[in-house]
């Protein structure tokens, strides 16, 4: 039985920022399948460089060394246009900070990749989308008419509305209260065990890494361990051992 191609993957990754002395190294030589229709979590103290891989992965920034594939496609050598219908047509994203157009009503942001990309909607696509995040009596609201977990369950349904190869999710639940979190969490779940869909998320939240399928922990920009199925506190018990190890780390320097 052959193996199903990853969502993303990269090989061999590396991402330097500055120059000479003041060169920062936010990704070491990191190689890493995300397996399409599962639930990832990115983890790692402050610095890691999970972030970095999060944008590098979603074609928001460029490595400077190694390879990104997204499905069956080594990004690295698109140009921009490429790029652009890369990001608009296989790439969701969620941020932290919701970036919703706040002159558009829920529905006219939920569906403005479509519109940008002068494509109409799948109708029973978007019913679905908007039954799983339950937003069916606030679609004709504006940004601003809304809670921050209303606006980041829009944000959600703005990154699957594209049928995306996978969703990228930074800090997804950062800016929102523990009860619209678990929401959104419970979104994202849904919409990987009932639509198929890939998401990888940052987090630092081991209660939103223990809704993942898997848990991918970096430390100095590079990949240090990962755990299956994880629970909250097998993930506070590694997070633990890696904030143990960096301050020895420091010490010794």
Not at 91 to 119: D, K, M, Y
Request: glycine letters at 10%; proline letters at 4%.
């Amino acid at each position: 039985m052959s193996t199903p191609v990853p969502a993303a993957r990269v090989v061999g990754l590396t991402k330097t920022y500055g120059e000479g002395e003041a060169t920062v190294r936010a990704l070491d030589d990191v190689t890493l399948d995300l397996h399409a229709g599962e639930f990832t979590a990115v983890m790692g103290p402050s610095g890691s460089g999970k972030s970095t891989l999060m944008h590098v992965c979603a074609a928001l920034d460029s490595a400077t060394d190694g390879e990104v594939w997204i499905g069956e496609r080594e990004i690295g050598s698109l140009g921009d246009k490429q790029l652009t219908i890369l990001r608009r047509e296989e790439i969701g994203f969620v941020f932290q900070s919701f970036n919703l157009v706040p002159t558009l009503t829920a529905e006219e942001n939920i569906l403005l990749p479509l519109a940008i990309a002068g494509r109409k909607p799948d109708a029973d696509w978007f019913d679905s989308v908007v039954a799983t995040v339950g937003l069916r009596d606030r679609l004709g609201h504006k940004p601003n008419e809304l809670s921050g977990g209303q606006q980041q369950r829009v944000a959600v349904a703005r990154a699957l509305v594209s049928r995306p190869r996978v969703v990228f999710a930074d800090e997804p639940t950062g800016n929102l209260d523990s009860t619209s979190g678990a929401e959104v969490l419970g979104l994202l779940r849904a919409a990987v065990d009932d639509h198929g869909q890939t998401v990888v998320m940052v987090t630092h939240d081991p209660v939103a890494a223990a809704y993942t399928d898997r848990v991918v922990f970096l430390a100095d920009g590079r990949v240090v361990d990962e755990v299956r199925d994880p629970d909250r506190e097998r993930v506070l018990e590694i997070m633990a051992t890696m904030t143990a190890a960096a301050a020895a780390g420091a010490e010794k320097r």
